[in-house]
């Protein structure tokens, strides 16, 4: 009889960020978000010259969570989830470590957008999740075969979720999405009036 099989899975993390570390003020890190985005200059300048819509700190600021002890928090809590992830992915670390290498905001007004992209020198990437009004955008992930399929006919609509092309995973605020760093991903546009905002990361092994 035929045996049908599936291999090589992805594998997508989700928890809370208040399930490890200590306890997080939801509103103390939505309003340090805003607090760092008005004090950074440097990061608005390279938003507006970069055509960013909205406001990112990832080409301006490396320092968050000297900055402010509500992001040394979610780094504690961000370093333990990641732990989990790796134990599940199986990873043999050789006697190295998954450290933190990156940590910014995301702050999206409505219309704002991430096009799809990967992040290829990093191990774990992810994001948590500050405000996330009603009816804005999904987090969408890519099945990374996309590009290798040619020929393929598409997929039906009705077709199993490990099948499907495209995933959307939709965020609640204080979730924590983790994934491998060679998926690629995007943030469609913001349909809300009101902004998305988000503190995205990635783990490099060291």
Not at 8 to 36: M, P, Q, S, W
Not at 59 to 69: F, I, K, M, Q, V
Not at 185 to 205: A, I, M
Request: proline content about 5%; glycine content about 6%.
């Amino acid at each position: 009889m035929a045996k049908i099989e599936s291999l090589f899975v992805t594998r997508f993390y989700k928890g809370r960020l208040t399930e490890f570390g200590h306890k997080i003020d939801e509103e103390e890190l939505h309003d340090n978000c805003y607090a760092i985005m008005e004090d950074d200059e440097a990061g608005q300048q390279w938003c507006e010259e970069n055509g960013y819509p909205g406001y990112t700190s990832y080409a301006s600021l490396t320092d968050l969570t000297w900055r402010s002890p509500v992001f040394a928090a979610v780094k504690e809590a961000l370093d333990k989830h990641v732990a989990e992830f790796a134990k599940d992915l199986e990873f043999n670390l050789d006697g190295r470590e998954l450290v933190l290498e990156d940590l910014w905001i995301n702050i999206l007004p409505e219309g704002g957008n991430h096009g799809s992209h990967l992040h290829p020198h990093s191990v774990i990437s992810g994001t948590t999740y500050v405000s996330m009004p009603d009816d804005t955008s999904s987090l969408k992930l890519e099945d990374p075969r996309h590009c290798m399929m040619m020929a393929a006919p598409p997929r039906r609509k009705d077709a199993r979720r490990e099948l499907q092309a495209f995933i959307y995973q939709k965020p609640e605020i204080g979730d924590v999405f983790l994934w491998e760093s060679w998926l690629r991903h995007e943030v469609p546009s913001n349909t809300s009036e009101y902004d998305r905002v988000s503190v995205s990361f990635n783990y490099k092994w060291e």
